[in-house]
């Protein structure tokens, strides 16, 4: 069976498995990542196997109307570069309030004095869950092997949760920021981080140097960084309120016989991992699906989702590539003119 066959036979039992197709909004206005770029931090990528995996992906402008969709399955905030107003997260407000489900993809500031995203991190903390300031570097060398540097941290074990269940792949993610739970939940809600990097690692409040470069990487408590494992995932769910109605999305899959309705939030202290030049590296695409999944109350996509073939890509560090130039262009010639003199020596 071919690879293409394969994915079509796959992709038929997803649909088959999920019944009507569901939706996915994408909010714009802000600078968040685009579903429609090709170039190599757009989300056209991702937004295909969201397509693939049975639902509709769509555009959102809250600031255009008053409410969330009511066919909303799930709305996506990837990668804003400013904050959303007041009536914005008013209307996600709303929306949550009525079992709606939200993925945050929130990257550390891009200057160190850019304003914070002090809406979306407020509303986030309502959920149990922290939204820091800091970038997390990771100084393991696991990121070497797939090509990266410091300030890509690199996950390779995760807290359970079902996002991650059965999963055991790297996932990379190009300049992220801390994100945990609240200890002792908040107004009854309870959140559980789902990736961490490894004890290698900190959380580096250099924000100016990580961002722009050109300093040394050093770890410094006094200037409050913090040691690894770092958190930079996490998600919460609740029951919805008695006397909320529940989204049209989340009364069908009460008829579907699925799990109770529930309000449900995932936030990622980054948007680059599912960016086109990002989401071949390890797991970084079945971690964004599974993230989708679990959101839209359909763990059962978390197994059967669709495999592409391989990345058999070789990835070499600087010092490797160097030995490789000097045997193809000087040592292997310099053989072959050593052997050739050496044999016309010989039959002199």
Do not use: C
């Amino acid at each position: 069976m071919t690879g293409d066959s394969e994915q079509d036979v796959t992709n038929g039992i997803i649909k088959v498995v999920t019944g009507q197709q569901r939706k996915v909004y994408f909010t714009q206005g802000h600078g968040e990542k685009d579903t429609g770029n090709s170039e190599r931090t757009g989300y056209n990528a991702i937004a295909a196997q969201v397509g693939r995996d049975n639902y509709a992906v769509e555009k959102l402008v809250l600031a255009q109307q008053a409410d969330v969709p009511t066919d909303a399955s799930v709305v996506v905030v990837a990668g804003p570069r400013g904050d959303f107003l007041q009536p914005e997260i008013d209307a996600l407000k709303r929306y949550m309030a009525k079992g709606g489900k939200l993925l945050l993809l929130l990257d550390p500031p891009e200057k160190a004095d850019a304003a914070p995203l002090a809406n979306l991190i407020a509303l986030a903390r309502e959920w149990a869950i922290e939204v820091g300031n800091s970038v997390v570097v990771d100084v393991s060398g696991v990121g070497r092997l797939l090509g990266t540097d410091e300030a890509v941290p690199v996950a390779a074990t995760y807290p359970s949760h079902p996002i991650v269940e059965r999963f055991d792949m790297l996932t990379a993610f190009p300049l992220a920021r801390p994100v945990t739970a609240v200890a002792g939940g908040v107004d009854n809600r309870f959140a559980q981080a789902f990736v961490e990097t490894s004890s290698n690692s900190w959380a580096d409040t250099d924000v100016k140097t990580m961002v722009g470069g050109g300093g040394e990487l050093k770890f410094d408590d006094s200037t409050g960084d913090k040691r690894g494992p770092i958190s930079i995932a996490v998600a919460v769910s609740a029951a919805v309120e008695a006397g909320k109605e529940p989204t049209p999305a989340s009364d069908q899959a009460a008829k579907d016989e699925s799990p109770k309705p529930e309000t449900r939030l995932v936030v990622f202290g980054d948007s680059d991992f599912a960016s086109n030049y990002a989401l071949g590296i390890q797991g970084n695409r079945d971690l964004f699906m599974n993230s989708l999944g679990w959101l839209s109350q359909q763990e059962n996509l978390i197994s059967i989702r669709p495999k592409e073939s391989t990345d058999r890509r070789l990835t070499m560090t600087s010092n490797q590539q160097l030995r490789v130039v000097l045997l193809v262009l000087l040592v292997l010639p310099l053989l072959v003119l050593g052997t050739g003199v050496y044999t016309w020596w010989r039959r002199r």
